[in-house]
């Protein structure tokens, strides 16, 4: 049944009952955080939460509603927290690994799905990439059938789940393959016989996750044939700018790893071409799409055998990835350093793939030895050549990215920007027309330092000391090389 379209997007989330997979990640929160901020007459949010190093579910609710994040709620509207319902499944298990009570209770009372949860590792095996990222897709649609007032169910994926094609439209694609007969071999195939069969299986499409990513959207399709769904494609994800305040970020990721890394002086070559522009959405800017889309799709009447309604979720204006570190290079350097780096902000950038690993060899992994060998003679445990080997990896699985770039067709997310009411503008709409992007950076970078290092900003002062200590020591060790291979080129050659 279609809704009041007069009515505003807060009072259509009154009395709705919301079932969230993901809730303990980053999108995850901050969704909870908007949705009782904003939406403040919701009836409750049923969250999936699977137990995590002897904690139980209700411990890791309790843990996660302690960030940050939620002081602003807190202070706001402190009894909205009672309406968080955690039930303990796990989206590697079949059907959710929801009991037959929580099952029953969800079916009866739920009117929107949220499916978040995914494992968003590139290189996660193919056995878990297809049972946590394509089976819990399945069950979550059958779970959905058996709901009565379900009025959306919202799937979200990736912006990169088709990049097969230069321009990635807001439309359903073909499928690669059956996905019932993935999950079979998945569910059936021993895993180390599934890991060597790995390549053939996911064939062009770069790694497991968006094969199955790809995959699961034609799950969405089949179901929505009898039931309201959509599929929301997020770029890469940043930190907020504004909900509930700017800069929050608890994930290092993407950008945000480049960014500390180099930050801290332990990245000082990239491999990425000088000539992509990064797509990136702010995650409030996301989490306004995942709030309005449910609205939309009670606007529209459902009709039997329709397609799902998918919205690329990307950004509206782009900036070059070399110009952006650049810009963040600057900022750390001068305004914002981080505290006890190791080496000075500089940071090569190379479309060579050997020139890259040359350099990775002789400005990565030396150092790296070098510093753990001072951390293992001072007591402390060495940790410097892991991270670096972590970064190596992590650069191996995104190469493919690094070095293409592809275009989004928006039209559905632009069109959903002019259904917003206009006196929910300020709450609801993800208009980029007047976001500063330097300004953003910033704040992505102040971000970084407050919730992911911990860093005090009071602190300031001490961390500029601190970097200009060590830039006069870095360049006297440099001066010290020079010389001597100036000294040697002089005395073996002339």
């Given at each position: 049944?279609?809704?009041?379209?007069?009515?505003?997007?807060?009072?259509?989330?009154?009395?709705?009952?919301?079932?969230?997979?993901?809730?303990?990640?980053?999108?995850?929160?901050?969704?909870?955080?908007?949705?009782?901020?904003?939406?403040?007459?919701?009836?409750?949010?049923?969250?999936?939460?699977?137990?995590?190093?002897?904690?139980?579910?209700?411990?890791?609710?309790?843990?996660?509603?302690?960030?940050?994040?939620?002081?602003?709620?807190?202070?706001?509207?402190?009894?909205?927290?009672?309406?968080?319902?955690?039930?303990?499944?796990?989206?590697?298990?079949?059907?959710?690994?929801?009991?037959?009570?929580?099952?029953?209770?969800?079916?009866?009372?739920?009117?929107?799905?949220?499916?978040?949860?995914?494992?968003?590792?590139?290189?996660?095996?193919?056995?878990?990439s297809i049972l946590i990222?394509?089976?819990?897709?399945?069950?979550?649609?059958?779970?959905?059938?058996?709901?009565?007032?379900?009025?959306?169910?919202?799937?979200?994926?990736?912006?990169?789940?088709?990049?097969?094609?230069?321009?990635?439209?807001?439309?359903?694609?073909?499928?690669?393959?059956?996905?019932?007969?993935?999950?079979?071999?998945?569910?059936?195939?021993?895993?180390?016989?599934?890991?060597?069969?790995?390549?053939?299986?996911?064939?062009?499409?770069?790694?497991?996750?968006?094969?199955?990513?790809?995959?699961?959207?034609?799950?969405?399709?089949?179901?929505?044939?009898?039931?309201?769904?959509?599929?929301?494609?997020?770029?890469i994800i940043l930190n907020?700018?504004?909900?509930?305040?700017?800069?929050?970020?608890?994930?290092?990721?993407?950008?945000?790893?480049?960014?500390?890394?180099?930050?801290?002086?332990?990245?000082?070559?990239?491999?990425?071409?000088?000539?992509?522009?990064?797509?990136?959405?702010?995650?409030?800017?996301?989490?306004?799409?995942?709030?309005?889309?449910?609205?939309?799709?009670?606007?529209?009447?459902?009709?039997?055998?329709?397609?799902?309604?998918?919205?690329?979720?990307?950004?509206?204006?782009?900036?070059?990835?070399?110009?952006?570190?650049?810009?963040?290079?600057?900022?750390?350097?001068?305004?914002?350093?981080?505290?006890?780096?190791?080496?000075?902000?500089?940071?090569?950038?190379?479309?060579?793939?050997?020139?890259?690993?040359?350099?990775?060899?002789?400005?990565?992994?030396?150092?790296?030895?070098?510093?753990?060998?001072?951390?293992?003679?001072?007591?402390?445990?060495?940790?410097?050549?892991?991270?670096?080997?972590?970064?190596?990896?992590?650069?191996?699985?995104?190469?493919?990215?690094?070095?293409?770039?592809?275009?989004?067709?928006?039209?559905?997310?632009?069109?959903?920007?002019?259904?917003?009411?206009?006196?929910?503008?300020?709450?609801?709409?993800?208009?980029?027309?007047?976001?500063d992007c330097k300004e953003?950076?910033?704040?992505?970078?102040?971000?970084?330092?407050?919730?992911?290092?911990?860093?005090?900003?009071?602190?300031?002062?001490?961390?500029?000391?601190?970097?200009?200590?060590?830039?006069?020591?870095?360049?006297?060790?440099?001066?010290?090389?020079?010389?001597?291979?100036?000294?040697?080129?002089?005395?073996?050659?002339?």
């Amino acid at each position: 049944m279609a809704i009041n379209p007069v009515k505003s997007i807060s009072e259509f989330y009154a009395g709705q009952s919301i079932f969230l997979t993901g809730a303990t990640g980053f999108v995850g929160k901050v969704f909870i955080e908007k949705v009782l901020r904003c939406c403040p007459d919701v009836c409750e949010i049923f969250l999936l939460i699977r137990p995590k190093k002897d904690l139980s579910v209700e411990e890791r609710l309790k843990n996660i509603l302690n960030l940050p994040i939620f002081d602003k709620l807190r202070q706001e509207r402190p009894l909205s927290f009672k309406k968080l319902v955690p039930i303990l499944g796990d989206t590697k298990k079949e059907m959710l690994g929801l009991s037959v009570i929580d099952r029953q209770m969800l079916t009866e009372r739920v009117t929107i799905i949220i499916h978040a949860a995914a494992s968003v590792r590139f290189n996660e095996t193919l056995t878990d990439s297809i049972l946590i990222n394509l089976r819990s897709t399945r069950d979550i649609c059958i779970l959905a059938q058996s709901m009565k007032n379900l009025i959306a169910l919202v799937y979200i994926g990736t912006a990169f789940t088709h990049i097969e094609n230069a321009v990635i439209e807001e439309k359903i694609y073909p499928p690669v393959t059956d996905w019932r007969k993935m999950i079979t071999v998945a569910e059936h195939l021993d895993e180390h016989i599934l890991n060597i069969f790995t390549l053939k299986y996911i064939d062009n499409f770069v790694n497991t996750y968006i094969f199955t990513k790809k995959l699961a959207e034609n799950i969405i399709e089949e179901y929505s044939s009898s039931l309201p769904c959509a599929i929301i494609r997020p770029s890469i994800i940043l930190n907020s700018v504004s909900d509930p305040f700017p800069g929050w970020v608890d994930n290092v990721y993407g950008p945000i790893g480049i960014c500390i890394g180099g930050g801290k002086g332990l990245i000082r070559v990239v491999y990425h071409s000088k000539h992509i522009s990064l797509d990136l959405i702010p995650v409030d800017f996301l989490i306004k799409t995942i709030i309005v889309v449910p609205w939309k799709l009670g606007l529209t009447s459902f009709a039997p055998g329709s397609l799902p309604f998918v919205v690329n979720c990307i950004s509206q204006r782009t900036i070059a990835f070399y110009a952006a570190a650049n810009l963040a290079t600057n900022l750390v350097k001068e305004d914002i350093p981080m505290e006890n780096v190791l080496w000075t902000t500089n940071v090569i950038f190379t479309e060579n793939y050997i020139i890259f690993y040359v350099l990775t060899m002789i400005l990565h992994v030396l150092p790296a030895m070098l510093i753990d060998l001072i951390l293992k003679f001072f007591g402390r445990k060495p940790m410097i050549l892991k991270i670096i080997r972590n970064l190596y990896v992590t650069t191996c699985v995104l190469r493919h990215f690094m070095m293409n770039q592809w275009k989004f067709n928006n039209t559905n997310n632009i069109a959903l920007m002019s259904l917003i009411p206009s006196d929910e503008q300020n709450t609801f709409s993800f208009d980029w027309c007047n976001l500063d992007c330097k300004e953003h950076l910033k704040t992505c970078i102040i971000g970084a330092k407050k919730f992911i290092l911990h860093e005090d900003m009071n602190r300031l002062d001490a961390a500029k000391a601190h970097y200009r200590r060590v830039y006069i020591c870095v360049t006297i060790f440099k001066t010290i090389v020079v010389s001597g291979m100036l000294w040697l080129m002089y005395k073996y050659i002339f």
